[in-house]
């Protein structure tokens, strides 16, 4: 056994070796991971979290000095995803030109004289006018909208429009009943309560609630960082295999095979380098995310409060991956095949399991369908300690997931060496 | 040339009652196939001995060695190694064995040292023993100077040395070379040569798969020759030349002889072969006490003057084609 073991640490400083005087793998492992966090985490800093997000260029055109115009103006200023210009001159054909050139996505025109036709016809409602014998109809306001601008998006500002015309409509009708009242009641007339201080309802905001529990909502770099680590992981299963395959044409393996050095000897004295690579890459990536993203004007990644948590899916994704990326080298006969093979069946792992596109957007069988990729449960057990707060417990499933996957593609990978001897 | 070949005596007289290699009506046939690689072989290589396996491309010769490594399973037959059972002793065979494969099988990134040093610790080596044996193997190889230099940068001759060298880190008893000398400069070519012989010397058994005539003719004590899967001819070298050439004459004839000639030939009682390249003329036969007379008398009829006649000396070249292309022709 203890000569074994030596076998086994020779294997290892041999492959830190030729690892170590590769140059351009060594870029490539550690580099390009790092620059693909920071970009896509900058880059997609808005498409995740309470960040704004997608914004709107909406004009509004209104020579209302009333309180119609105010309620939209404030309705519209309180969302983070419109970005309000006012006018008081602009004819209507101008701001359909507008609109048409792609200046703005959506133009409200008020009436000029709105609030005031609103109080008429409140007037005539309290006076209990009929319907048929009103002057006053109800003020139509001119809402134009870029056709290319998402329906989802155009109901939201529908909906705005709509909620601030409404709050219009109780605060006119409730100064109507005050007015009503002070004169009916006189000496007597007690005002009614504050609308702010008597709701009803509490103001709703939409709570994420996730399989695990509830929690925030993932930002960019605590989608990203895990993401892109995941995918360093498994990309790694190209030179991996490439490497062995290399020794099989350099007959070095041959060599291998005619001494007495056990199938976990050639296999392990590989894979170990590979894992403390693993460990590097996500050690750098996380590094890069807490302290040098932030300067960049990214957000800051919070790792939560489980470092060994973090370990265990990081170091469970990594034996994953290498042990795939040695299953496809026992199999595959040329570094062509290797290449092509473990890259393109890493990509759809990475497309399946919400490395490329969070699983947050995907439709419903599609997330279903995720679960089959080993990186989604690696991306699963980073979120449930960066999002969900979770620790080692929380991320055991996803753990042993990727451990008992790593299993099986070693147990192929050592079946298929020996049958080779 | 002044070292001093790296071997203990332990080695020396190399038998121990057991041929170094003995296979016994060995057959492989590969899944898929119906015509067997290796068709009922029977070989002995005795220890202490440098043997040749020839062939042609294809006639079994890898298909042998890998089966000698532990790396295939025979089909039946059975394959003994100092005496012990390959299939059944293989981590003993394995200790026994250096194997030295055809193509330098060596990590081009690192060092000549680093891969002694990696392969004497993969055949348990390690410590003082380690570095002692890294050291005479480079010594062996004549790379002492190169050692440090990493193995993608040295000359092809160099590398051929290393792989030679490496097959030997743990002091086998048996080497095995695949072709060692294809495409070298004539300096390795010697040096390997000569460092065969040493270790011949020093009791180790050399089994060598070439197709280089002159160098098995050089170096071999005993051959066989391999076509087909099966063992054509085995057997000592001055026995296999000397019988050869008591069977050929060799006719240099002035002018260009007449395209039928060996046709012509055919009728001389005893004549078994007779074949024309250039202005020469070989003839095979088993009487050529028989056969000389009546082939001179032929040559005066047909008008054909002798320049020169050979009778007695033959190469290994000779043998071997007599024994894989020279067969056809044979009745």
């Not at chain 1, 000569?3 to 030729?18: P, Q």
């Not at chain 1, 200023?77 to 309000?84: E, K, M």
């Not at chain 1, 006119?172 to 009503?180: F, K």
């Amino acid at each position: 056994m203890m000569d074994n073991l030596t076998k086994f640490w020779a294997s290892i400083a041999k492959e830190a070796r030729i690892i170590g005087r590769d140059h351009q793998a060594l870029f490539l492992f550690f580099v390009m991971p790092v620059l693909f966090v920071l970009i896509l985490s900058l880059a997609l800093r808005d498409a995740f979290g309470d960040r704004p997000g997608a914004t709107f260029d909406v004009l509004m055109v209104s020579q209302d000095p009333g309180e119609v115009t105010q309620s939209i103006v404030e309705a519209f200023r309180s969302n983070a995803h419109i970005l309000l210009t006012q006018s008081n001159t602009a004819s209507e054909a101008e701001a359909r030109q507008w609109l048409i050139d792609g200046r703005y996505r959506f133009v409200v025109l008020v009436p000029a004289d709105a609030t005031a036709q609103a109080e008429r016809r409140l007037g005539e409602i309290m006076a209990k006018v009929p319907p048929e014998l009103r002057m006053e109809k109800p003020v139509e306001l001119v809402v134009m909208a870029d056709p290319a601008l998402r329906s989802d998006f155009r109901k939201v500002l529908e909906g705005s429009l709509n909620l601030a015309l409404h709050g219009v409509e109780m605060k006119l009708g409730r100064e109507q009943l005050q007015q009503t009242m002070r004169a009916t009641q006189g000496e007597n007339y007690v005002p009614l309560p504050d609308m702010e201080k008597s709701r009803l309802f509490e103001p709703v905001r939409g709570e994420t609630v996730t399989r695990k529990g509830s929690g925030p909502t993932p930002t960019s770099v605590q989608q990203n960082a895990p993401a892109w680590t995941l995918l360093a992981m498994f990309f790694l299963t190209v030179p991996l295999s490439v490497s062995f395959i290399r020794e099989r044409e350099q007959g070095s393996l041959f060599r291998l095979q005619t001494m007495t050095v056990p199938a976990w000897v050639v296999l392990g004295g590989k894979a170990v380098p590979y894992f403390v690579i693993n460990l590097i890459q996500m050690a750098s990536i996380l590094a890069v995310s807490v302290y040098v993203l932030p300067l960049l004007g990214g957000d800051r990644l919070e790792l939560g409060n489980a470092p060994l948590a973090l370990l265990l899916i990081g170091g469970s994704a990594s034996l994953a991956a290498i042990g795939f990326g040695i299953a496809v080298a026992m199999y595959a006969r040329t570094t062509e095949q290797a290449t092509s093979f473990s890259s393109a069946t890493v990509m759809i792992m990475a497309a399946l399991g919400g490395i490329l596109v969070p699983k947050a957007v995907m439709p419903p069988l599609m997330q279903e369908v995720a679960i089959l990729s080993p990186l989604s449960w690696g991306l699963d057990g980073f979120l449930d300690v960066f999002v969900r707060g979770g620790g080692v417990q929380q991320v055991l499933p996803e753990a042993l997931s990727l451990l008992a996957f790593s299993a099986i593609c070693h147990g192929i990978a050592i079946m298929r060496y020996r049958s080779q001897t | 040339m002044t070292t001093p070949c790296p071997y203990s005596s332990r080695h020396n007289g190399g038998a121990t009652g057991a041929p170094a290699i003995e296979l016994k009506q060995l057959t492989k046939v590969f899944p898929g196939s119906s015509t067997p690689v290796l068709n009922a072989i029977d070989l002995t290589v005795p220890a202490g001995t440098i043997f040749g396996i020839l062939g042609p491309n294809g006639a079994g010769k890898t298909t042998i060695m890998s089966t000698l490594c532990g790396l295939l399973k025979p089909t039946s037959g059975s394959v003994h190694i100092c005496g012990s059972n390959a299939q059944t002793e293989r981590a003993t065979i394995k200790q026994v064995l250096g194997m030295v494969p055809q193509e330098p099988a060596i990590y081009p990134t690192l060092t000549a040292r680093e891969n002694l040093e990696y392969f004497g610790r993969m055949q348990g080596l390690s410590g003082e023993h380690l570095q002692q044996r890294i050291l005479a193997c480079l010594d062996v190889a004549e790379m002492v100077g190169e050692a440090d230099k990493r193995v993608e940068r040295l000359s092809g001759g160099y590398k051929r040395r290393l792989n030679m060298v490496i097959g030997l880190i743990h002091e086998p008893k048996i080497l095995i070379l695949d072709e060692p000398t294809v495409a070298i400069d004539p300096h390795s070519r010697s040096l390997i040569h000569h460092r065969l012989r040493e270790l011949h010397a020093a009791g180790i058994s050399i089994l060598i798969s070439t197709h280089q005539m002159d160098e098995a003719e050089q170096l071999c004590q005993e051959i066989a020759i391999l076509d087909h899967g099966r063992v054509l001819v085995q057997g000592n070298v001055s026995d296999l030349l000397s019988m050869q050439a008591s069977e050929t004459i060799q006719l240099q004839i002035e002018g260009d002889p007449p395209a039928d000639l060996a046709a012509r030939l055919e009728h001389i009682p005893g004549l078994l072969e007779a074949h024309v390249a250039g202005q020469c003329l070989t003839v095979v036969t088993v009487r050529p006490d028989r056969v000389m007379i009546p082939l001179m008398q032929a040559m005066q009829d047909y008008g054909l003057a002798v320049r020169s006649l050979s009778f007695g000396t033959t190469s290994l070249e000779d043998v071997f084609l007599s024994h894989t292309d020279g067969k056809r022709a044979s009745r």
